[in-house]
């Protein structure tokens, strides 16, 4: 999952002294969150490190459901079993272990838990009153040195909407009014007093870009840069420039052992890019301006993880497909201004039939609740046109390959033995608009239970006042 | 002439205009759902003649010179209707030169009417037809005042005079909406909505003498206060923007004298003065998804609202404002059917029952004779997401799915192409 670069072997054997023995060191290393867990000088954890800790959970045996395993695979008939927070089998007639928890699986469907790798749930919570909107720096127009998971209130009444609606893991971006919107981070979605004990454990730091209108439509409102589309594109290179010379002086250093440079929140984390630790997540929706990204890209030698919302990326899907960029998508949105006015619906088919990596994502606190739903027009657009994909293929938009993009398909995403056992039993077909979440397990661990005697998460705001039926129906 | 829809769709007739519009079509072999007295009839046929429906049965003779659509155990439904939304008034939401649904610092209210502004070459209105949406209320949004004006009932077949029911509904805001637009209190708000009633009944009233001296100490123009003593007059249906329990109940109090029928747009807490609601007679045109706490006006929300005030005898029927998304209405429908409203309440409640809230019960939103021939062919539930509409037809003319969308589909179908093809 990590790519190494030449300088890491620093930080590799820094890593192993303090593991044997605490010791000091260089405190521009402590901020790196991609070290996420390890010990640092003194007791606990590394600062802004992941403090999940997966609830208790035992076995679980659902028998006899329909499987989409996530990979594009399915099993009728089947059974899924996990234990100790991770998936031991998929497969038919599994026996029961002494003490395991049997669910009926018969009519219903099971799945992983979904993934939306585009959300801004604690940075724009609900409601959505100024005191609330944290969730773009708009200040200046690169802004590298902010972190989403610093403005995420854990109590935002729309993280457990979210999970009745299948989502066990979710990224949370800054938004795009800035070219360079600073550090997103990926949730497990469980209710937490901190946003540090729900942040993925050793999930990759991403960072985020954004194209076309926004910036441009924010800076150049206050006459100040940039202000055309070509005023992005310098805002960017100028960024990356500094970014190289920065992580130049972090390599003298270490070939020469002298001091090194003056910490830079800004560089730390555009540097963290070009060594390949953080992954860049960018807000971009013409094809022609992906087009441009990618020579930034080529440029600075640095990857593009996935394009975000890229309503024309059906245009270039073979380009993506080529470069290994995945598009994060809607199934339908379109029209609300000028860079998605070519949206269609058929972009995550076409994405798909090009062999790219296609991703269903939210970018809502509405459509999060069902990205089954948009999973199913998607899936619907395809079967208009003639193209023969059916439900398991579609799931991989919404696991698989978001699990992919946010660099832990080694963890989540699929119901692989030994992964997370992040699974979502459906009351039916999930693409099916008549289909509910009957019950979402994050590590094993049962968060959501459908039903009179379920299991129903609830933040503080929403004591005394919200009511039951916010998310399921009270009969 | 007997053709069946395949081929008259690999002739691409459908898409015609006109070419295909004979006088007499039958649509034959479908599950028809009437959304009327005669309910779901199965291998029925539909006759339409001129654009009219002329008979519904499952042994309706079809005449020699019909035009045979075979639908072949497919579902028919009457057109969708997306009862309060912007279609026709705005193309791109985000370039302001296209927004033709508000005023900003115009001091129109009631009298502003959105009928002229109504663009019938909008590329909205093939995506609406592809999915299925033959009709809508284009509606003013609130401007600068708690009245946003007059709404009219369209047609999106892109044939002249989208217009066919001008000014039919006035639509007001209370709440924080409101509340933004008569100096930031809630209370506020419905107060200027009751006053401008007032002082049009003073107007009404008075000569044409008294009313030039009247005019000067009335807090709005003659052109807004003749428009409300004809809302008056006419008893024409208030459309009022309003979420929060505490603002329906006032709204409700207030209004009892007034001789206008009330309807409830938004009414995310309504479900709490359910009751009130339908001793009132007051339908609710809501959005089945909007379950989110995401403002104070909303704190109440929740995903059952529509099932509860069905329950409580309250009509319901489902919207969504932006008119680039009323293909969502069957989403929306699909939804409140998961959150326990009965399947065909929720289809009325975007067929049946907006054709009845604009006044238009008796020729739209039914497969019916005399009724409208705005009809539907599903590949399946119009309410599942993966089924999608075979045609869609508007007085009688068959649309086969088309839009820009479809042509850009089709230019970058093969993407690894260099050279794109010509448009379309």
């Not at chain 1, 234990?83 to 009519?107: C, E, T």
């Not at chain 1, 609606?165 to 949730?187: C, D, E, K, Y």
């Not at chain 2, 009335?218 to 003749?226: A, R």
């Amino acid at each position: 999952m990590r790519i190494l670069k030449p300088w890491v072997p620093l930080l590799g054997a820094w890593a192993l002294t303090v593991a044997a023995e605490p010791a000091p060191v260089p405190a521009y290393y402590e901020a790196d969150p991609s070290r996420a867990g390890a010990p640092v000088r003194g007791e606990g954890p590394l600062p802004y490190s992941s403090r999940y800790a997966p609830e208790p959970s035992g076995a679980v045996l659902i028998e006899n459901a329909t499987v989409l395993l996530g990979d594009g695979t399915r099993l009728d008939e089947g059974d899924v079993l996990f234990d100790a927070g991770r998936i031991v089998a998929v497969g038919q007639d599994l026996a029961a272990p002494v003490g395991a928890a049997v669910v009926d699986g018969a009519g219903r469907w099971v799945s992983p838990g979904i993934i939306d790798v585009h959300s801004h749930l604690g940075d724009y919570p609900s409601p959505g009153v100024e005191a609330h909107s944290d969730g773009n720096e708009a200040t200046a127009p690169v802004t590298a040195r902010v972190w989403a998971e610093h403005s995420v209130w854990p109590q935002d009444p729309q993280f457990p909407l979210a999970l009745m609606g299948g989502v066990t893991t979710l990224q949370i971006l800054p938004g795009s009014a800035n070219l360079v919107g600073g550090r997103g981070v990926t949730l497990k979605n469980v209710q937490a007093r901190s946003v540090m004990d729900m942040k993925f454990p050793g999930a990759p730091h991403s960072l985020k870009m954004a194209c076309g209108e926004n910036p441009k439509r924010v800076y150049g409102r206050r006459r100040s840069a940039p202000s055309t589309r070509m005023g992005n594109v310098a805002g960017y290179r100028e960024s990356w420039i500094k970014a190289r010379a920065y992580q130049a002086k972090l390599d003298a250093a270490a070939a020469s052992g002298e001091d090194l440079p003056d910490r830079d929140l800004e560089m730390e984390t555009l540097a963290g890019v070009l060594r390949g630790e953080i992954l860049i997540h960018n807000h971009c929706y013409r094809a022609d301006e992906m087009l441009i990204m990618l020579d930034i890209a080529r440029e600075f030698d640095y990857k593009i993880t996935a394009f975000h919302h890229a309503t024309e990326a059906y245009k270039i899907a073979d380009v993506l497909a080529e470069e290994g960029v995945c598009g994060a998508l809607w199934a339908d949105w379109w029209g609300f201004k000028m860079e998605s006015n070519d949206a269609i619906e058929e972009n995550i088919a076409l994405m798909e039939q090009a062999g790219a990596c296609a991703i269903v994502h939210s970018d809502s606190a509405r459509d999060i609740q069902r990205l089954n739903q948009e999973a199913a027009k998607a899936l619907m657009a395809a079967q208009r046109m003639g193209l023969p994909y059916d439900e398991a293929l579609a799931m991989r938009w919404l696991t698989q390959n978001a699990a992919k993009a946010l660099g832990i398909a080694d963890q989540t995403g699929t119901l692989a033995p030994g992964l997370m056992a992040d699974v979502v039993l459906w009351s039916g077909n999930p693409f099916s608009v008549y289909s509910r979440a009957e019950r979402v397990w994050i590590d094993g661990h049962l968060h959501y239970a459908a039903g009179p005697e379920g299991v129903r998460p609830t933040t503080d705001f929403d004591l005394a006042q919200t009511p039951a039926g916010r998310g399921e129906a009270q009969q | 002439m007997k053709r069946t829809a395949q081929q008259l769709l690999a002739l691409g007739l459908l898409a015609l205009a006109g070419a295909v519009q004979a006088e007499v079509t039958a649509i034959t072999g479908a599950t028809v759902h009437t959304l009327g007295p005669a309910g779901t009839l199965e291998n029925a046929t539909v006759l339409v003649r001129d654009g009219i429906i002329e008979a519904v049965g499952v042994e309706v003779p079809v005449p020699a010179e019909a035009t045979v659509l075979e639908a072949e155990g497919q579902v028919l439904t009457p057109g969708l209707l997306a009862p309060i939304t912007n279609i026709g008034l705005v193309e791109v939401s985000g370039v302001g030169s296209t927004n033709d649904q508000r005023l900003k610092d115009t001091p129109v209210g009631p009298a502003f009417s959105v009928r002229h502004g109504v663009n019938r070459f909008s590329v909205l209105f093939g995506v609406a037809r592809t999915g299925g949406v033959t009709r809508a209320l284009a509606a003013p949004e609130p401007g600068p005042g708690v009245f946003a004006g007059q709404g009219s009932v369209i047609r999106l077949d892109g044939a002249p005079a989208p217009v066919t029911a001008p000014d039919r509904v006035l639509v007001a805001a209370l709440g924080e909406r409101g509340a933004d637009r008569a100096g930031g209190s809630r209370a506020r708000a419905l107060q200027s909505l009751l006053q401008g009633f007032a002082e049009a009944q003073r107007y009404g009233r008075s000569n044409e003498l008294s009313r030039r001296g009247l005019a000067s100490g009335l807090s709005l123009p003659y052109y807004d206060l003749e428009a409300l003593e004809r809302a008056l007059s006419e008893k024409q249906p208030l459309w009022v923007h309003v979420d929060r329990a505490a603002d329906l109940e006032a709204l409700l109090a207030a209004t009892e004298a007034l001789p206008l029928p009330l309807v409830i747009v938004g009414g995310a807490e309504a479900w709490r003065v359910a009751p009130a609601l339908a001793a009132r007679n007051v339908p609710v045109v809501l959005d089945p998804l909007g379950n989110l706490p995401e403002s104070f006006d909303r704190l109440g929300a929740r995903i059952d609202n529509a099932t509860l005030l069905h329950e409580a005898g309250v009509r319901v029927a489902f919207t969504e404002l932006v008119g680039h998304e009323v293909r969502e209405l069957r989403q929306y429908a699909g939804n409140a059917v998961a959150q326990g409203l009965p399947w065909e309440v929720a289809l009325a409640a975007i067929t049946r029952v907006p054709a009845e809230l604009w006044g238009e019960g008796d020729r739209l939103g039914q497969i019916a004779p005399g009724y409208r021939a705005d009809l539907v062919l599903w590949t399946g539930d119009p309410l599942e997401l993966t089924s999608w509409a075979r045609w869609t037809m508007i007085e009688g003319q068959p649309f086969a799915p088309a839009s820009r969308q479809l042509q850009l589909r089709d230019r970058y179908r093969n993407p690894a192409q260099r050279v794109l093809p010509p448009g379309g």
